[in-house]
């Protein structure tokens, strides 16, 4: 047979396959999602064990908050002692349960020294993170490295002494905190979205790499927030098209995403539509709707 036509009936085959499998598993799809919206499955996490970073402030302190109603025994994780202390005392005097772990989680020894303090966790909540905001040029290494270190190589230094003990007992929940910056750049938050984008593509490998090894019981989910009300605090302008959500609502859709094992969401969730929409859409149609939809971040440094 002659080599062009060969190379024809593989990609034909292909395409065959691709669009019968995949239609397939997309009308199972729609069918489970239809299913969440007219009765959302929620796991009962009352009695378990979860350990939230960045607990001091912001989403990580809501989400400490807001799981310890549920009747989590909450581990708060944070650099920013007397804040993360507060945070642990809160929920307490709530009448809940709560630990609270001064640690630097970009630390692996000292991430190690908190995984022999803590033990097992059922769920881990990786939100521990530094806003940047700059132009690319105007970003020092130093810059560079200590956000990765924070934002990305801390996911890895959890992941690595918590996820053992998971796989002991087949059983557990690891969650990412990543930002829509994570699915889309920018601008003037090269060094941000980087690392935000490697949250979720570490999230995804994790994901399937558990899923080949048949450890279905150990649920991996990763969370792409749009701009939260606490970028404010540290003196950013920020032009919105659409206004940031506050810290409390965020980890109200977090908290539903867990509870209903989601593997890749943003909040507000609709976000996650408008991004893979607009993605593809020819280009210039494409950045005439990025101006409309997405929220511009002016240099703050000057």
């Given amino acids: 047979m002659d080599t062009g036509i060969g190379k024809l009936f593989f990609w034909m085959r292909l395409i065959a396959e691709f669009v019968i499998f995949g239609s397939f ?7 489970k999602n239809i299913l969440y919206l007219v009765h959302p499955k929620k796991k009962d996490i009352n009695g378990e064990t979860v350990l939230v970073t960045g607990a001091a402030r912001g989403i990580g302190r809501e989400l400490a908050l807001q799981l310890s109603g549920l009747g989590c025994n909450v581990i708060c994780v944070d ?8 945070t642990a005392q809160d929920i307490v005097k709530m009448g809940h349960k709560a630990q609270a772990y001064t640690c630097d989680v970009s630390d692996s020894a000292a991430v190690e020294e908190l995984a022999k303090k803590v033990g097992y966790v059922d769920i881990l909540v990786n939100n521990a993170g530094i806003i940047f905001i700059n132009s690319i040029l105007k ?5 560079v490295s200590k956000i990765l270190e924070v934002n990305v190589a801390s996911h890895f230094a959890m992941i690595r002494n918590f996820l053992p003990e998971m796989l002991a007992r087949n059983k557990g929940h690891i ?6 910056g994570g699915l889309i750049g920018l601008n003037n938050a090269s060094l941000y979205s980087s690392s935000k984008f490697a949250v979720v593509g570490l999230m995804n490998s994790l994901s399937e790499e558990l899923r080949l090894q048949g450890r279905s019981n150990i649920k991996i989910s990763c969370v792409c927030p749009y701009f939260v009300r606490t970028i404010q605090e540290i003196d950013t302008e920020v032009d919105a098209r659409i206004t940031p959500i506050e810290a409390v609502d965020a980890a109200r859709e977090i908290v539903q995403g867990i ?5 890749l969401f943003t909040v507000p969730n609709y976000w996650m539509g408008l991004i893979s929409i607009v993605r593809l859409l020819p280009e210039n149609t494409y950045l005439k709707m990025r101006d409309i ?3 511009r971040v002016k240099d703050n440094v000057k």
């Fill in 293 to 295: 939809l997405y929220t």
């Fill in 79 to 86: 650099l920013n002692a007397e804040g993360n202390l507060r």
């Fill in 259 to 263: 509870l209903q094992e989601q593997s």
């Fill in 25 to 31: 598993y997309l009308i199972l799809d729609l069918m």
């Fill in 175 to 180: 969650v990412g905190v990543a930002s829509c």
């Fill in 139 to 143: 970003t020092q290494q130093s810059a």
